[in-house]
């Protein structure tokens, strides 16, 4: 009695809901006995369109958690959830961006950076657009090969005034393998850093450094201004400069910032060059500083010559050639150009 009585509060209730309520719960019941057939007698297993399905009936049914038996209704929800993440992951999508870098750049930008272990990224970025080929200098940065040793240590001020007009001096010290001392006299025209004279000698007398810039300089062609320290070996400057019609500007006491290219120069000097060599003799110290200055000139990149050499190098074009390796300095650093095949 208590089960007829039951079918018929059933019946009265499919009687007062909507027809699109009974078609949902017929096609939920009819596709649970569908994977139940499909899969027995091994476990029940939902495909993805199984999934799908539940997941769209739990949008717009609000019944559907009663009509579920072959799973837990937290299982749909997390089916659900999982949709949207995929869909959103799709929506997002970066559709732009920056064009890949092809295989023969990142071998090239790693075969700079193994061949010339003192470079940095802005030094490995001027050669490449040198040889035609633009691309970001944080690119190149990702694909150089890590060295151990730490970076050389870079300056950090910049004297912009009249370039053009300025000229700066200094001496440096470079012990022989004889423990004598050679001392460098180096002259350097703010314009394009150009190095426009380098003297190597054991006894820088008084008049042997008067000598040096009368020969830096002809007459007709001397800056209006030059830079120096508080050096008594330039004390006999004054007279020439004069002459010259040079004003002489001299540094503060401890301040090398105030001579920042000079001091920059013969920085880089030492690293990428003296460092690296065992100087014997004079006539050898002044043979390497002169394949150094050559170097310098006409093949090393500066940033602050919008990654160009002091003499000027053209810009080649991308089809041009294959890219060769040039050594410079005996193959401590390289240039990179394109020739014809």
Known sequence: MVAIVHFLLLALRDLARSRARLECELLALRHQLHVLQRTRPRRVRLSVPDRWLWVWLSRVWTEWRRALVVVEPATVIAWHRRGLRVFWSWKSRRREGRPAVSREVQDLIRTMSQANPLWGAPRIHGELLKVGIEICQATVAKYMTRHRQPPSQTWKTF??????????????????????????????????????????????????????????????????????????????????AKAMDIDELVTAPRSPWQNAYMERFIGSARRECLDHLIVCTELGLRRALQDYVEYYQRSRTHLALDKDAPISRSIAHPNQGTIVAIPQLGGLHHRYERRAA
């Not at 001096?169 to 004598?180: E, H, I, K, L, Y």
């Not at 004279?197 to 030059?226: D, I, K, M, N």
Request: hydrophobic share 50%; net charge positive; aromatic share 10%.
């Open 159 to 240: 004297l912009a005034n009249h370039v053009g007009q300025i000229m700066a001096a200094d001496f440096f010290v470079v012990p022989t393998a004889t423990c004598r001392l050679l001392f460098v006299l180096v002259i350097i025209a703010h314009e394009r850093r150009r190095v426009v004279h380098v003297a190597v000698t054991g006894h820088p007398t008084a008049a042997w450094t008067a000598q040096q810039l009368r020969e830096a300089y002809p007459w007709s062609e001397a800056p209006r201004y030059l830079v120096r320290d508080r050096d008594h070996a330039f004390t006999s400057w004054a007279k020439t």
